[in-house]
Structures are given as structure tokens and as C-alpha cells.
């Protein structure tokens, strides 16, 4: 997007709210989105003059509410309380929470200080929740971990396109432009138990909607394998040449018959079997450029389960069976769900890596890093928590007992949400670094007011692996500071070793630094580079010109192919369909976003217009389940297990399955989803169970009263 800056001052109404704000939002030309930008984006700027920002540091009082304080004593009461929670409890005691909407400096900056200033292991952020099985799943394949290892143009010239667990048509709507190659040749396939505004694409001839039950998707996947594989269209020179355990795949899939996928997912016989065939369809990879190419994408709705690690190495395995990945035509991505979700989770927020993918486990990265910091590596920490076990130690003996969080609403994001605001709550100390009152930083001790996106610069890093320059429209109000600021004083309290600079062009060229040799080399790349508006595709070393395209002549690993990983689902058992069962309304609840509304809402509901489309949570129900169980459309209900219980009202609509039921994630009170969801994880990437739980729904009174 582009700015430009009509007033020096917001213009407001007799009631304080912004009716023009301090800048205007346009579109700007630019190979992903076009100048295409969705709700959000048209309405972003309205947040800068928010008559609800916070606009100087707050201090928690005894009554529970907060007065303002100077940014002195501020800071120096949270050094104070840093440094004494270090001593009583060790530096393992304080933890961090960071975000996938920091800048790439701030979230380098973040993990530095972590490791250097507090000495501290725990570090983990909310990227946690919604890329690391991709990301786990696509290291162990390809040694390497972007998103998409091809330009999002890419897709514009293909025939095939299949999209599993993404509703990319509210979430990102710019982006649905790249899809319409594929929608004209009738090869638009979208895999979702909805029939989300993406899946509807797929009609009028354009492609097809494949409507598994929830968490399903891996034997789905294992299925289109063995379809594959048993009709002789794997491509086996690929498979040959270029990736290694093709045995072991095809006799872990041999156990999934058309039939049996069909009993275990929903999905019919000769479905599955157009499916396969489809994305067989394409060109071989051993003859490039004859034609328009195939892709396969996943998105969170096949990745935030328990198994969502294995559910995405199996959609690699058949991206690989399919030859598709690493070739010029072709290929595999995932799409990621924050602003800076590739960026955020390169550069040492995650609780197992240093800058640019670099591991803390490993002697020789450590030694890289510390040498850039200036510190002896030996004082570097271990590895620590991922982010739901870190939730889960907050006031807990041994675990973390004050807590800094930044770009994040966990109160409102994370899994068992009812248990975060209980380990919150039981904190020594908790300071929040945001714009807004959000639910977690309303039960902060320290609220510290920093720049939103248009009053910083800095650098983002597209799912594309493309780094781009943010640059600053306007000036932050007075009482506001950059976290790069807040660091630096920080640190220079805590007396920390190393340097640390506010400005963002300098820590960026200390992240290249960090970073060079590793796998996301940002070492060739610098503010001024970027001001060029030099497609800028990581890894991108000194003297090179960037990598829009990864895997075409080798893959990360030392042997240069890609791993083919065999996987079996744990569970194999039938879904439940309730019109074959009581009836008693256990359903399967899937959660997700809508277009008006972001992450945990901590902004978006703030924007009027964007509240007043979508003001609260509602639960979408199938008719016949509706019927069922006496709801009505617009009735109030409850939703509950045992960890918690919801009340929303009701939309009755055909778009759903009738085992399942359709919650947002975005609203806080008893709206909030996440009320309901598991805190159980995979045990590879540590991301959270968010898209299978297990919900009784009961209608509230006769005729949707509200109780």
C-alpha cells in the first residue's frame, strides 16, 4: 500500500471519533497484490488516530485500573522487577511472548535480548499457532523452510491449483487474482469441510470442493497417494533423481484404498479418484515449460491439529510423488497468516533458533552469532519452550514469572484461553508492549504505548520469501516509542554486553550479519538495497541477486534431495454423524477468521465499519443439525466442554457439515472461541489442536431468547 498525508491532524466528530484520518490508505502496484487490498488494508489507517490508543506508559494501580507514568520510571521499574525476578528465580524466570506482526528488526532485536540482555531461554511468539507444522513439515522434506519457494505470480500460469485448509478469499482476498489461471482451466480445487467464499469459486465449472470431515486431511492426502502411486502416475524419474524415500512411502499408503479413505473421511470414491488424476494432469517435470504447471498449498485448516506436521509432510509427499516441487512450472507452498509470518519466525523469536534459521542447538551457529553480538557463546541459553508450554508455565513453580509480551493478545489467541488468563493472572509481574488496551495487556502491570505500522520503519519478509522496506508516513505521537527503542533502554539498565542501536537500517545490517551463510541469508541485503525496490527473494549472500525460485537445481539437505517421510495418521476411527447417533449435539468445531477481522481482533474491533459487518462470534450450524437440536436461526446458543463454554448466536447455513459447527476466533468475553479449543500440541512443531475440537451445542430458550 501507498500513503499519503492530508493533515497534519485527525479530524474528528462532537464524540471524539475519527471521521478523516492523519493519512490516507491507496493501493499500490505490486506483483503479489496488485494493488489490491482487502477490508482491513482500505481501513488500517483509521487505527493511528484511534481515540482508544494508548498514548504514554500506564501503570496498573491498586483498584485495577491504570494512571499514566513517565517513560523514566517506567522503564526503570521494569528493569527493576527483571532484575529481581532473575535473582530470586534464576533468568529462566522471565520469559518473552513475541509476535508475527514485528518487524524483522524487531523481532531480531526481541530474540537478542532475550538470550543476551536477560540470559533467558523463553522466548516462543504466536507465529507458534499458525506456521510451525508447515514450517517443521517443509524443513524435514526440503532441509529448508519458505513458505513458498516460488514467486506468488507463479501460480497466474497454472492449470491446476489445490488448496487444503485456507480461506484465502476472506483472508486475503488480493490474492484469490492469482488463482484465476487455474479457475478458467477448471483446475481451482479447494479442500474445506465449508463452503467458504474460496470453495465457491470452484463452482460454475472453475474446479471442485472436496468437503472431508475435520481432521481428516492426512488420510485424505494418503489416499490421493495411493491413488496416484497404484494408477501409475507418479512421476518416477523425479522420484529417482531427485528425493530419497519413495519405498517407505508407498508402502505406508498401500493400506489406504479409495474405499477406506472414503469411510474415514466423507469423501466419495470417484472424487478422490478426479482428484488425483487432475493433479497428475500436468506437465512432467522432466519436460519443462510444455504446458501449464500444478501446485498444492496448504493453509491452517489441515496444519493446526495435533498431527499437523504429518498432515503437511503429506501433502509434500504427494507434491514430490507428483514431481512438482523444485521444478520451473510447479510446486508446493504454504500460506502464511500474519503480516510478517515468514519474516517473524527467521530471526530468533522461535524458542529453537537464532537469526536467519540458524539453530541454538548447534556449536558452529552459536559461535556465528555471538561473534556478530560480541558475547561468548557459552553465555548463550539453551533451547527453550514452544509457546503453548511456555503459556502453560506462566506462576507456575520452575516456570516463568514475569513476562514481557509484544505483539500479542493471548488472552484472546491462544489455545485453553481460559487457562492463559489464570496463568497471567498468577504472575509476579506482567508488562505488555501495544497500542490498545487489548485483553492481555488489560491485566498488565506496565502497558507500554508503541508505533503502529505507518510511524516506523523497518523491513517485512512476504510468504514469498521477498524482503520488503516498511517505510514511515508520519511521525508517532509524543508519548509513543519503536520496542528497537524500548530494548536499547532496557538493556542499557540491565547493563547487557553487546551493542544495541534504535535505529532500524542498524540493527537490520547487524541481522544480515547474523545471518550470512545461513540458510535465510539476508547478508547481501541492506535498507538502502531495498529503497531500490530490488525484488529481494532471501537467501540473498553478498554478491548474489536473490533466489525467487528454491530447490530447481538441489534442496537444503547435504545430499542435496528432498526426504520423502513417510507418515501414518494415530486415529483412524470413522467421524461421528449426528444424524446417525442421539442427537444430543456433541459436534466437531472447527475455528477460523472472516474477512472484517484479524488475529484476535485487537484492532479490528476497533475499526467501526469492520465491527458494525461482523460485531460478534457466530456459530454457523447446518439446518438439519439446527432442526435437530430446536436452534434457530439468530437464536442464541451455547457452546461448551470442559474447559469452557461459549454463548453466540446462531447462523443456520448449508455452508457447513452436519457433524460440525463454525466458530471465529477473533472475539474476546463470551464470544471467545478460544475458550473452547485444546492446549494439546504436535509433538514436532509444538502448534496447537485449533481445528478439531470437541463441543455440546444446545439451544438457549425458545425462539433464540437470550438467557
Not at 170 to 199: K, N, Y
Not at 486 to 510: C, K, M, N, Y
Not at 514 to 528: C, E, I, Q
Request: hydrophobic share 40%.
Amino acid at each position: 500500500m501507498t500513503l499519503t498525508k492530508p493533515s497534519d491532524l485527525p479530524v474528528t466528530d462532537a464524540a471524539g471519533s475519527v471521521v478523516q484520518a492523519p493519512v490516507t490508505v491507496s493501493g499500490r502496484a505490486f506483483p503479489t497484490n496488485r494493488g489490491g487490498l482487502c477490508k482491513k488494508g482500505w481501513t488500517s489507517a483509521e487505527l493511528l488516530a484511534s481515540p482508544e490508543r494508548i498514548l504514554e506508559p500506564m501503570l496498573k494501580q491498586p483498584d485495577g485500573g491504570f494512571a499514566p507514568i513517565s517513560w523514566e520510571d517506567a522503564l526503570d521499574l521494569v528493569a527493576e522487577k527483571l532484575r529481581g525476578t532473575r535473582a530470586e528465580h534464576g533468568a529462566d524466570a522471565v520469559g518473552v511472548f513475541g509476535g508475527g506482526g514485528l518487524t524483522n528488526e524487531k523481532a531480531y532485536q526481541l530474540g537478542k535480548f532475550t538470550r543476551v540482555a536477560l540470559g533467558s531461554s523463553r522466548i516462543d511468539y504466536n507465529g507458534r499457532f499458525c506456521m510451525s507444522s508447515a514450517a517443521a513439515a517443509g524443513n524435514r522434506a526440503f532441509g529448508l523452510d519458505r513458505g513458498l519457494p516460488f514467486p506468488v505470480d507463479a501460480l497466474d500460469a497454472a492449470a491446476t491449483i489445490l488448496i487444503l485448509g485456507s480461506n484465502v478469499a476472506q483472508t486475503m482476498p488480493p490474492f484469490i487474482g492469482h488463482l484465476e489461471g487455474a479457475r478458467q482451466a477448471g483446475g481451482l480445487i479447494v479442500v474445506d469441510p465449508r463452503r467458504t467464499a474460496t470453495a465457491r469459486l470452484t463452482e460454475d465449472g472453475a474446479g471442485m470442493h472436496v468437503q472431508p470431515t475435520p481432521g481428516s486431511d492426512l488420510i485424505l492426502l494418503l489416499g490421493l497417494t495411493h491413488i496416484v502411486i497404484t494408477e501409475k502416475l507418479a512421476d518416477r524419474d523425479y522420484l529417482e533423481t531427485r528425493t530419497t524415500g519413495f519405498d517407505a512411502l508407498r508402502r505406508s499408503v498401500s493400506a489406504w484404498w479409495p474405499e477406506r479413505v472414503q469411510e474415514k473421511t466423507g469423501v466419495p470414491v470417484w472424487q478422490l479418484r478426479d482428484l488425483a488424476r487432475r493433479l497428475a494432469a500436468g506437465p512432467s517435470s522432466s519436460t519443462p515449460g510444455t504446458g501449464a504447471g500444478t501446485y498444492i498449498l496448504t493453509g491452517r485448516g489441515v496444519e493446526q491439529h495435533a498431527d499437523g506436521t504429518d498432515t503437511a509432510t503429506a501433502a509434500i509427499n504427494l507434491s514430490l510423488v507428483l514431481g512438482l516441487v523444485g521444478t520451473s512450472h510447479s510446486g508446493y507452498g504454504t500460506l502464511t497468516g500474519q503480516g510478517n509470518g515468514q519474516g517473524g519466525r527467521e530471526h530468533g523469536q522461535k524458542c529453537d533458533q537464532l537469526p536467519g534459521y540458524r539453530k541454538i542447538a548447534d556449536p558452529a551457529d552459536r559461535a556465528h552469532v555471538a561473534g556478530v553480538w560480541g558475547v561468548d557463546p557459552d553465555t548463550l541459553p539453551g533451547v527453550g519452550l514452544p509457546a503453548v508450554q511456555l503459556l502453560q508455565s506462566l506462576g507456575q513453580p520452575g516456570g516463568v514469572r514475569t513476562l514481557l509480551v509484544h505483539a500479542a493478545n493471548v488472552v484472546v489467541s491462544a489455545p485453553n484461553a481460559g487457562a492463559v488468563r489464570e496463568g497471567l493472572a498468577a504472575l509476579n509481574f506482567l508488562v505488555v508492549s501495544d497500542f490498545f488496551f487489548s485483553e492481555t495487556a488489560s491485566l498488565a502491570n506496565v502497558v507500554l504505548p508503541v508505533t503502529q505500522w505507518a510511524e516506523e520503519e523497518g523491513t517485512m519478509t512476504s510468504l514469498e520469501g521477498r524482503v520488503i522496506r516498511r517505510r514511515k508516513a508520519l511521525d508517532a505521537p509524543a508519548g509513543v516509542r519503536s520496542e528497537l527503542w524500548i530494548l536499547q533502554q532496557l538493556a542499557e539498565r540491565l547493563g547487557a554486553p553487546s551493542t544495541w542501536s534504535a535505529e532500524p537500517a542498524a540493527v537490520f545490517d547487524e541481522l544480515a550479519r547474523a545471518t550470512a551463510g545461513a540458510l535465510a541469508d539476508y547478508s547481501g541485503l541492506s535498507h538502502a538495497l531495498l529503497d531500490t525496490d530490488v525484488p529481494a527473494f532471501w537467501p540473498f549472500p553478498v554478491g548474489a541477486a536473490g533466489t525467487p525460485r528454491l530447490f530447481l537445481e538441489r534442496f537444503a539437505h547435504a545430499d542435496g534431495r528432498a526426504h520423502i517421510v513417510a507418515v501414518r495418521p494415530v486415529s483412524t476411527d470413522a467421524p461421528d454423524r449426528i444424524l446417525q447417533g442421539h442427537g444430543d449435539g456433541t459436534l466437531t468445531l472447527i475455528t477460523g477468521r472472516l474477512l472484517e477481522h484479524y488475529q484476535s481482533g485487537a484492532q479490528t474491533r476497533r475499526v467501526p465499519e469492520l465491527l458494525d459487518a461482523q460485531p460478534a462470534a457466530r456459530l454457523q450450524v447446518h439446518p438439519a443439525t439446527a432442526e435437530l437440536l430446536s436452534i434457530v436461526d439468530g437464536g442464541w446458543v451455547e457452546v461448551g466442554n470442559d474447559r469452557g463454554t461459549v454463548r453466540c448466536q446462531a447462523q443456520v447455513t448449508t455452508d457447513i457439515r452436519l457433524d460440525t459447527v463454525f466458530l471465529p476466533f477473533h472475539f474476546a468475553g463470551e464470544g471467545r472461541a478460544n475458550s473452547l479449543t485444546d492446549d494439546v500440541t504436535d509433538p514436532i512443531s509444538g502448534m496447537p489442536e485449533f481445528k478439531k475440537t470437541t463441543v455440546h451445542v444446545r439451544a438457549l430458550q425458545e425462539a433464540g431468547a437470550r438467557v
